[in-house]
C-alpha cells in the first residue's frame, strides 16, 4: 500500500514538475522580445521648412517635431527632385537611375523586378508588410506593391490623385471607396494594421499624398490658415502664392495631426519602445514658400529641391535630441534600417550606407562621400562641405547653403575633382529614357488575381482627348469617330480566361453604343445599354486652381471574359455603333478566373 502511495506521489510530483516547466517555458516563450516594429512616414511635395521644428513660425508641428526632439535629425539629408525615384531609393538602397525608374507617369516610374525591397527583407525575417498611400513604382504586378514585398496594400498607385475625399482607391488590386479625408483614412488603416499585428513585428509604410497637390484640406485645418499673415516668406515674396502656401501648410499641420494619433496609439499598446518612427518628405515643396532661404523647389537639383527633414525616434535606444550632420540620402534609408534591426543581408548590396553608427555616435569617424541627385537631364553633386550643380557651378554649402556664390575659380581643382565623380556616375548609372523604355505594361501576373489598366497607362488615335497633360488622374474622352481607338501595350503573362471590368461614363442619348475589346483574333463585345453622365468635380474641394484633371465617378460595367495568349500583344478598346459620342474612359479592370 505504502509502495503504491509512494510511486503515486512520485508520478504526481514529476506531473507538477512538468506542468511547472511547461508553464515556465511559456512564460519565457511570451517574454521573449519581438524584433523592432517599424514605422516609415513619408509626406508628398513638403519642404524641409514645412516644419516648426526647422524655425517656420507660419504653422505648428508638434508631433512631428516630437520624432526630432525624442530622437534623431539629420540637418543635411538629400533625396530626389521628384517622387518616383526619391520612392524607388528608400525602398531598395540603390539609385534610381539604375532602377528603371526615368518619369513619373506612363509605366516610366516602375522599379525593375528582381530588386529586393526593405519590404521583401523584412518579410524573410517574419515581419508582418503593408503600405498605406500613393506607391508610385507600378500599377501592375510585378510592379504593384503587393508583388514587391507588402502583404497590404490600401491607396493609389497613380502619382498624383484627383480627389482627396472619399475618392476610388485599391485595396490590393481590388477598386474600392475610400472613407472620408484621404490622409486620415491613410492613418486609419496604419493604424488598425497595427492593432492586428501588435504582438508579431511588423513594417508600416505610410507615405501620404499631401500636400501634393491638388490643394484639399478640410475646413477646420483651412480656416486656421485663411487670411492668415504669415511671418515667413520665401525670399522673393513676389513669386510667393499665399493661398498656396495657406493651403500647403494647413495639408501640413493636417500630417501632423495624424502622426500624432500614430504616436498616442503607439503609446497605449505599449509599443513606443520597440518601435522605430521614421518621417521624412520625398522631395523639396511643390511651391515658392519659406525654406530656410534654400535655392530651389521641388524638381529643381538644388539644395531646396532635395533637401529633406529625416527623423528617427527609438525610444529607449536613440537619445533623444541627438543631431547628425554628416550627409545621409534616400539610398541610406534600407541599409540604415536593417544596421538598426541589426539584420544581415548577405546577397544585399547598395549603393547607400549604413547611418546607424553616427546615429548613436553623431563624431564617429566619417569618411567624406558623395550623394548624387539627377532629374531631367539635370545632376548635381553634394559631399559633406559642397555642393556641384547641374551647370557645374561650385558653392561652399556650409558657409552659402542657399547657393549664392560660385566657387569654381577659386577652388578648381575640387570642381574638377567633382565634375569627374559626376561624369562617372552617369556613365555608370545612364537612365532610361521614354525613348530607350520598351517595358510593355504587364497583366494576368500568375500569383494576383487583378490587373489595373487605367488610362494613364494607354494611348489614343485619331480625336480621342486625354482629359489633362498630367496622365496620372486622367481619362479618354471625346470619342466622337467610330474608327479612333484606345490601346495598351500589353505583355500578358499567364494565359487565362479573365473577367473584364470597364469604368466609364456616357452621355445622355448614346445608350446602344458598341464597345468592342480585343487582343489579335479574342475579342469582347458588349452594348453600353446605360447612360451615366456625372458632372466633374473636385474644384468643390480645391484651396487652389490645380493643374491636373477634374474627376468625376465612372461607372463599372461588366464587359464579359476575355480569353488571353501568354506573350506580348496590343489590348485595343474599340466602336463598332456610335451614335454621337462613345463612352469616357477611366480603367479596364481584369480578374483571373480559375
Same mark, same amino acid.
Given at each position: 500500500?505504502?509502495?503504491?502511495?509512494?510511486?503515486?506521489?512520485?508520478?504526481?510530483?514529476?506531473?507538477?514538475?512538468?506542468?511547472?516547466?511547461?508553464?515556465?517555458?511559456?512564460?519565457?516563450?511570451?517574454?521573449?522580445?519581438?524584433?523592432?516594429?517599424?514605422?516609415?512616414?513619408?509626406?508628398?511635395?513638403?519642404?524641409?521648412?514645412?516644419?516648426?521644428?526647422?524655425?517656420?513660425t507660419n504653422l505648428n508641428t508638434p508631433n512631428i517635431d516630437a520624432i526630432a526632439r525624442n530622437g534623431v535629425s539629420f540637418t543635411n539629408f538629400f533625396v530626389q527632385p521628384?517622387?518616383?525615384?526619391?520612392?524607388?531609393?528608400?525602398?531598395?538602397?540603390?539609385?534610381?537611375?539604375?532602377?528603371?525608374?526615368?518619369?513619373?507617369?506612363?509605366?516610366?516610374?516602375?522599379?525593375?523586378?528582381?530588386?529586393?525591397?526593405?519590404?521583401?527583407?523584412?518579410?524573410?525575417?517574419?515581419?508582418?508588410?503593408?503600405?498605406?498611400?500613393?506607391?508610385?513604382?507600378?500599377?501592375?504586378?510585378?510592379?504593384?506593391?503587393?508583388?514587391?514585398?507588402?502583404?497590404?496594400?490600401?491607396?493609389?498607385?497613380?502619382?498624383?490623385?484627383?480627389?482627396?475625399?472619399?475618392?476610388?482607391?485599391?485595396?490590393?488590386?481590388?477598386?474600392?471607396?475610400?472613407?472620408?479625408?484621404?490622409?486620415?483614412?491613410?492613418?486609419?488603416?496604419?493604424?488598425?494594421?497595427?492593432?492586428?499585428?501588435?504582438?508579431?513585428?511588423?513594417?508600416?509604410?505610410?507615405?501620404?499624398?499631401?500636400?501634393?497637390?491638388?490643394?484639399?484640406?478640410?475646413?477646420?485645418?483651412?480656416?486656421?490658415?485663411?487670411?492668415?499673415?504669415?511671418?515667413?516668406?520665401?525670399?522673393?515674396?513676389?513669386?510667393?502664392?499665399?493661398?498656396?502656401?495657406?493651403?500647403?501648410?494647413?495639408?501640413?499641420?493636417?500630417?501632423?495631426?495624424?502622426?500624432?494619433?500614430?504616436?498616442?496609439?503607439?503609446?497605449?499598446?505599449?509599443?513606443?519602445?520597440?518601435?522605430?518612427?521614421?518621417?521624412?518628405?520625398?522631395?523639396?515643396?511643390?511651391?515658392?514658400?519659406?525654406?530656410?532661404?534654400?535655392?530651389?523647389?521641388?524638381?529643381?537639383?538644388?539644395?531646396?529641391?532635395?533637401?529633406?527633414?529625416?527623423?528617427?525616434?527609438?525610444?529607449?535606444?536613440?537619445?533623444?535630441?541627438?543631431? @547628425?550632420?554628416?550627409? *545621409?540620402?534616400?539610398? &541610406? =534609408?534600407?541599409?540604415? !534600417?536593417?544596421?538598426?534591426? /541589426?539584420?544581415?543581408?548577405? #546577397?544585399?548590396?547598395?549603393?547607400?550606407?549604413?547611418?546607424?553608427?553616427?546615429?548613436?555616435?553623431?563624431?564617429?569617424?566619417?569618411?567624406?562621400?558623395?550623394?548624387?541627385?539627377?532629374?531631367?537631364?539635370?545632376?548635381?553633386?553634394?559631399?559633406?562641405?559642397?555642393?556641384?550643380?547641374?551647370?557645374?557651378?561650385?558653392?561652399?554649402? @556650409?558657409?552659402?547653403? *542657399?547657393?549664392?556664390? &560660385? =566657387?569654381?575659380?577659386? !577652388?578648381?581643382?575640387?570642381? /574638377?575633382?567633382?565634375?569627374? #565623380?559626376?561624369?562617372?556616375?552617369?556613365?555608370?548609372?545612364?537612365?532610361?529614357?521614354?525613348?530607350?523604355?520598351?517595358?510593355?505594361?504587364?497583366?494576368?501576373?500568375?500569383?494576383?488575381?487583378?490587373?489595373?489598366?487605367?488610362?494613364?497607362?494607354?494611348?489614343?488615335?485619331?480625336?480621342?482627348?486625354?482629359?489633362?497633360?498630367?496622365?496620372?488622374?486622367?481619362?479618354?474622352?471625346?470619342?466622337?469617330?467610330?474608327?479612333?481607338?484606345?490601346?495598351?501595350d500589353i505583355e500578358t503573362l499567364k494565359k487565362g480566361k479573365y473577367q473584364v471590368t470597364l469604368y466609364?461614363?456616357?452621355?445622355?442619348?448614346?445608350?446602344?453604343?458598341?464597345?468592342?475589346?480585343?487582343?489579335?483574333?479574342?475579342?469582347?463585345?458588349?452594348?453600353?445599354?446605360?447612360?451615366?453622365?456625372?458632372?466633374?468635380?473636385?474644384?468643390?474641394?480645391?484651396?487652389?486652381?490645380?493643374?491636373?484633371?477634374?474627376?468625376?465617378?465612372?461607372?463599372?460595367?461588366?464587359?464579359?471574359?476575355?480569353?488571353?495568349?501568354?506573350?506580348?500583344?496590343?489590348?485595343?478598346?474599340?466602336?463598332?455603333?456610335?451614335?454621337?459620342?462613345?463612352?469616357?474612359?477611366?480603367?479596364?479592370?481584369?480578374?483571373?478566373?480559375?
Amino acid at each position: 500500500m505504502c509502495r503504491i502511495l509512494k510511486i503515486g506521489t512520485s508520478v504526481i510530483l514529476l506531473l507538477l514538475l512538468l506542468t511547472n516547466c511547461k508553464e515556465v517555458t511559456q512564460d519565457a516563450s511570451e517574454k521573449k522580445v519581438q524584433r523592432p516594429n517599424v514605422i516609415l512616414i513619408m509626406a508628398d511635395d513638403q519642404g524641409w521648412g514645412d516644419l516648426s521644428f526647422h524655425g517656420n513660425t507660419n504653422l505648428n508641428t508638434p508631433n512631428i517635431d516630437a520624432i526630432a526632439r525624442n530622437g534623431v535629425s539629420f540637418t543635411n539629408f538629400f533625396v530626389q527632385p521628384v517622387c518616383s525615384p526619391t520612392r524607388a531609393e528608400l525602398l531598395t538602397g540603390k539609385y534610381f537611375t539604375r532602377l528603371g525608374v526615368h518619369d513619373t507617369s506612363a509605366g516610366g516610374e516602375r522599379m525593375d523586378i528582381g530588386v529586393p525591397t526593405i519590404a521583401d527583407i523584412l518579410k524573410n525575417y517574419g515581419y508582418k508588410t503593408a503600405a498605406f498611400g500613393k506607391w508610385h513604382n507600378g500599377m501592375q504586378p510585378p510592379y504593384h506593391p503587393n508583388a514587391r514585398g507588402f502583404d497590404e496594400f490600401y491607396g493609389f498607385a497613380s502619382g498624383h490623385w484627383g480627389n482627396y475625399f472619399s475618392p476610388m482607391l485599391e485595396h490590393n488590386g481590388a477598386v474600392v471607396r475610400g472613407n472620408g479625408f484621404l490622409a486620415d483614412d491613410l492613418t486609419d488603416h496604419a493604424i488598425s494594421f497595427i492593432q492586428t499585428h501588435k504582438n508579431e513585428p511588423f513594417f508600416v509604410y505610410l507615405p501620404l499624398n499631401t500636400p501634393h497637390s491638388p490643394m484639399q484640406v478640410p475646413d477646420a485645418y483651412w480656416n486656421r490658415f485663411k487670411d492668415k499673415e504669415l511671418n515667413m516668406a520665401y525670399q522673393n515674396p513676389e513669386e510667393e502664392d499665399t493661398q498656396f502656401t495657406w493651403a500647403a501648410l494647413a495639408m501640413v499641420e493636417n500630417i501632423d495631426v495624424n502622426v500624432g494619433r500614430i504616436s498616442e496609439h503607439l503609446k497605449t499598446l505599449g509599443l513606443e519602445g520597440n518601435t522605430i518612427v521614421i518621417y521624412l518628405s520625398d522631395n523639396g515643396p511643390n511651391g515658392w514658400r519659406w525654406n530656410g532661404g534654400l535655392r530651389g523647389k521641388k524638381g529643381a537639383t538644388d539644395e531646396g529641391g532635395v533637401k529633406t527633414p529625416f527623423y528617427i525616434r527609438w525610444k529607449d535606444h536613440i537619445k533623444p535630441g541627438i543631431r @547628425v550632420d554628416r550627409i *545621409g540620402g534616400s539610398v &541610406d =534609408i534600407t541599409p540604415t !534600417l536593417l544596421g538598426l534591426l /541589426d539584420l544581415s543581408e548577405n #546577397e544585399f548590396k547598395a549603393d547607400g550606407v549604413n547611418l546607424a553608427p553616427w546615429i548613436f555616435e553623431p563624431n564617429s569617424a566619417y569618411k567624406d562621400r558623395i550623394i548624387y541627385n539627377h532629374w531631367a537631364g539635370r545632376t548635381s553633386l553634394r559631399s559633406q562641405k559642397y555642393r556641384l550643380d547641374d551647370e557645374n557651378r561650385l558653392y561652399d554649402m @556650409v558657409n552659402d547653403p *542657399g547657393q549664392k556664390l &560660385d =566657387i569654381a575659380e577659386k !577652388l578648381p581643382k575640387i570642381q /574638377d575633382s567633382l565634375l569627374q #565623380e559626376k561624369l562617372k556616375w552617369l556613365s555608370k548609372y545612364p537612365p532610361l529614357t521614354k525613348e530607350t523604355d520598351d517595358r510593355p505594361f504587364t497583366l494576368g501576373h500568375p500569383n494576383f488575381k487583378f490587373t489595373q489598366l487605367p488610362a494613364r497607362d494607354a494611348m489614343a488615335t485619331g480625336e480621342i482627348e486625354r482629359s489633362n497633360r498630367f496622365p496620372n488622374n486622367t481619362f479618354f474622352t471625346n470619342w466622337t469617330q467610330i474608327k479612333d481607338s484606345i490601346y495598351w501595350d500589353i505583355e500578358t503573362l499567364k494565359k487565362g480566361k479573365y473577367q473584364v471590368t470597364l469604368y466609364y461614363t456616357l452621355p445622355e442619348g448614346n445608350e446602344g453604343t458598341e464597345i468592342l475589346l480585343q487582343q489579335g483574333k479574342k475579342t469582347l463585345k458588349t452594348t453600353i445599354s446605360e447612360v451615366y453622365d456625372p458632372p466633374l468635380k473636385g474644384m468643390e474641394n480645391d484651396r487652389v486652381a490645380r493643374m491636373e484633371s477634374y474627376v468625376k465617378d465612372f461607372k463599372p460595367l461588366n464587359l464579359g471574359v476575355l480569353e488571353l495568349d501568354a506573350g506580348r500583344m496590343p489590348l485595343v478598346l474599340k466602336l463598332d455603333r456610335i451614335k454621337s459620342t462613345g463612352p469616357d474612359v477611366r480603367l479596364l479592370h481584369f480578374e483571373r478566373i480559375e
